[in-house]
């Protein structure tokens, strides 16, 4: 159905953004507690921390590019053998979508005549065959560049939300407590958001979110301060 298509599309942008701000938050965030938690000087943090929020923003863009984009070349493939079967089969192609139309609940009389009317236009029973036969809306297949530049954004902004207590002018244990409690807040958040795409109980969600993110900063924490211990 295109509404349905449409909607799903739409969802999955906003559950993209949102794993894209997750993975962010909780890379960079954990990146900054390793690093502070060795005691270098705040300059030093920050460049460690804006390093990582760039290297790990164009990581998610260029991957998300490379996986649409390989999407959208399959889809593509996928349309082009449906319009070579349609020049070549074209009654065995109006045969199978009569029957698709007979499943929904049309009559088989009537449905064979609304696909033979559809073969007199090529492109609409093209359209028609790529949406009915394989599930797909050829007007969206889905852009790279799209994908690429929501997941750029989308981990940009959760890697920066743990540099503001150290771009605030706080060091040492206060800004590591201030990362810690933003961190925890913006991923409670965020699993009270991803409850909305999986339907489970949100607070249970949030608080797993909650757990996953402070266990990763709680490592990260204890590596930074042995690796400080014994290169200092």
Do not use: C
């Not at 509404?3 to 599309?9: A, D, K, M, P, T």
């Not at 993209?16 to 060795?38: E, F, P």
């Not at 990260?220 to 042995?226: I, K, M, P």
């Amino acid at each position: 159905m295109p509404g349905e298509l449409h909607r799903s599309g739409r969802i999955g942008w906003l559950r993209a953004a949102v794993l894209g701000a997750n993975d962010g938050l909780i890379s960079t965030s954990s990146l900054v507690v390793g690093v502070a938690s060795a005691q270098p000087s705040r300059a030093t943090i920050l460049v460690a921390a804006v390093a990582g929020l760039v290297a790990g923003a164009l990581s998610m863009a260029a991957g998300e590019y490379v996986s649409v984009r390989s999407q959208r070349e399959m889809y593509e493939y996928q349309i082009a053998l449906e319009r070579e079967e349609l020049a070549e089969y074209p009654q065995e192609e109006a045969e199978e979508l009569a029957l698709i139309y007979q499943a929904r609940g049309m009559d088989l009389t009537r449905a064979r005549e609304v696909s033979q009317a559809l073969l007199a236009h090529p492109e609409q029973a093209l359209d028609v065959l790529a949406r009915e036969e394989l599930g797909l809306n050829p007007d969206d297949l889905g852009s790279p560049w799209r994908a690429a530049s929501a997941s750029f954004v989308a981990f940009a902004a959760g890697a920066a939300l743990p540099l503001i207590p150290f771009l605030a002018g706080l060091a040492g244990v206060r800004a590591i407590a201030t990362v810690a409690g933003v961190t925890l807040t913006a991923l409670f958040a965020v699993g009270l958001g991803l409850s909305l795409f999986t339907g489970r109980n949100a607070l249970r969600g949030a608080l797993r979110m909650v757990l996953i993110g402070g266990g990763a900063g709680a490592v990260s924490f204890l590596v930074g301060r042995a690796l400080g211990v014994v290169i200092g």
